[in-house]
């Protein structure tokens, strides 16, 4: 099977080539990074033309966790727009045939609806992710028109926060989970407290990039110009995630403190994943406790070997 993938130097997309590589070794893959290929640049695709490709796994956005969306939306705006509608016009023009793979995100639902994909182009985002949030509704917008028109075929998958190992280190904010990882390994090392952001109340949902790439692969064939929710099903408080990862790392609970100043998105967010369920019976991800336990031996192991 010959498979492009955008965004291939990203977390996902590290996890996504080494498991294809893995799991299905006969696959020819070919994922340019940003310097070789600027999806902002009008037919930047073109140069990758001369294979027709069964499967596209489109997985580049310009994007960052923490409040980097508060601060950029305008440049969030053109710069995601750009590289979408230039990977949809290469897909419509160069490879018709393949099927377009891609991520929708959870903060493009609205808060107030159910967690369910029905759900995910009604309502109002979260104020301070909207930008993002509607550049991933016009991607499944834009698709959509083109799978109407020309009989193009696509999946869109939503995840919940991913975790797992080999995450980013190099100063880019983190997602929440591997922040307070950071912020409480540091503490035990110093003893001084570690601040998260918040009062420790608002939950979160993760699932392990393992997890979510087994699902993936196993409804690939069953999601046909739709979406699907991939989460775990349940969500903990931030308070809990940070007594759990005191546990592992034998940190006393007594260096986490609350900043209750500062951002901290969406009260809560769990994905209904019932439709998933129902399409993967077999479906069961893994503990949060075995989740943990790779992400933060992940995270000492590259402190370590700095």
């Given at each position: 099977?010959?498979?492009?993938?955008?965004?291939?130097?990203?977390?996902?997309?590290?996890?996504?080539?080494?498991?294809?590589?893995?799991?299905?070794?006969?696959?020819?893959?070919?994922?340019?990074n940003s310097s070789e290929c600027n999806?902002?640049?009008?037919?930047?695709?073109?140069?990758?033309?001369?294979?027709?490709?069964?499967?596209?796994?489109?997985?580049?956005?310009?994007?960052?966790?923490?409040?980097?969306?508060?601060?950029?939306?305008?440049?969030?705006?053109?710069?995601?727009?750009?590289?979408?509608?230039?990977?949809?016009?290469?897909?419509?023009?160069?490879?018709?045939?393949?099927?377009?793979?891609?991520?929708?995100?959870?903060?493009?639902?609205?808060?107030?609806?159910e967690l369910k994909e029905e759900n995910?182009?009604?309502?109002?985002?979260?104020?301070?992710?909207?930008?993002?949030?509607?550049?991933?509704?016009?991607?499944?917008?834009?698709?959509?028109?083109?799978?109407?028109?020309?009989?193009?075929?696509?999946?869109?998958?939503?995840?919940?926060?991913?975790?797992?190992?080999?995450?980013?280190?190099?100063?880019?904010?983190?997602?929440?989970?591997?922040?307070?990882?950071?912020?409480?390994?540091?503490?035990?090392?110093?003893?001084?407290?570690?601040?998260?952001?918040?009062?420790?109340?608002?939950?979160?949902?993760?699932?392990?990039?393992?997890?979510?790439?087994?699902?993936?692969?196993?409804?690939?064939?069953?999601?046909?110009?739709?979406?699907?929710?991939?989460?775990?099903?349940?969500?903990?408080?931030?308070?809990?995630?940070?007594?759990?990862?005191?546990?592992?790392?034998?940190?006393?609970?007594?260096?986490?403190?609350?900043?209750?100043?500062?951002?901290?998105?969406?009260?809560?967010?769990?994905?209904?994943?019932?439709?998933?369920?129902?399409?993967?019976?077999?479906?069961?991800?893994?503990?949060?406790?075995?989740?943990?336990?790779?992400?933060?031996?992940?995270?000492?192991?590259?402190?370590?070997?700095?």
């Amino acid at each position: 099977m010959n498979i492009f993938i955008t965004g291939g130097s990203g977390f996902l997309g590290r996890h996504l080539i080494r498991s294809l590589k893995r799991e299905q070794g006969d696959n020819q893959i070919t994922s340019p990074n940003s310097s070789e290929c600027n999806l902002t640049i009008k037919d930047s695709l073109n140069d990758y033309s001369f294979i027709k490709y069964d499967r596209i796994y489109h997985l580049a956005a310009w994007t960052q966790a923490g409040d980097f969306c508060l601060k950029h939306p305008g440049e969030q705006w053109l710069i995601n727009q750009l590289i979408n509608t230039h990977v949809l016009d290469w897909w419509k023009q160069k490879q018709p045939q393949a099927k377009l793979i891609f991520m929708g995100t959870s903060c493009s639902y609205d808060p107030l609806l159910e967690l369910k994909e029905e759900n995910y182009m009604k309502g109002i985002p979260t104020t301070s992710l909207y930008t993002y949030a509607l550049t991933k509704r016009m991607l499944l917008a834009g698709a959509n028109a083109l799978h109407l028109q020309y009989n193009m075929n696509y999946s869109c998958y939503i995840p919940s926060t991913l975790y797992g190992g080999d995450y980013h280190n190099d100063g880019r904010q983190m997602h929440f989970i591997f922040d307070l990882i950071r912020k409480i390994y540091n503490s035990k090392v110093t003893k001084e407290k570690a601040l998260l952001w918040g009062d420790g109340s608002q939950r979160r949902e993760l699932v392990h990039v393992d997890d979510f790439l087994n699902a993936m692969y196993n409804t690939a064939d069953k999601v046909n110009n739709d979406l699907l929710n991939i989460g775990a099903g349940m969500d903990y408080s931030i308070q809990e995630f940070a007594q759990s990862i005191c546990e592992y790392l034998e940190c006393p609970e007594e260096l986490i403190d609350y900043d209750t100043s500062r951002y901290v998105g969406a009260k809560s967010k769990l994905l209904d994943i019932n439709k998933l369920k129902n399409m993967y019976k077999e479906y069961s991800p893994r503990s949060l406790k075995e989740g943990l336990k790779d992400s933060i031996d992940w995270y000492k192991n590259s402190k370590s070997n700095k």
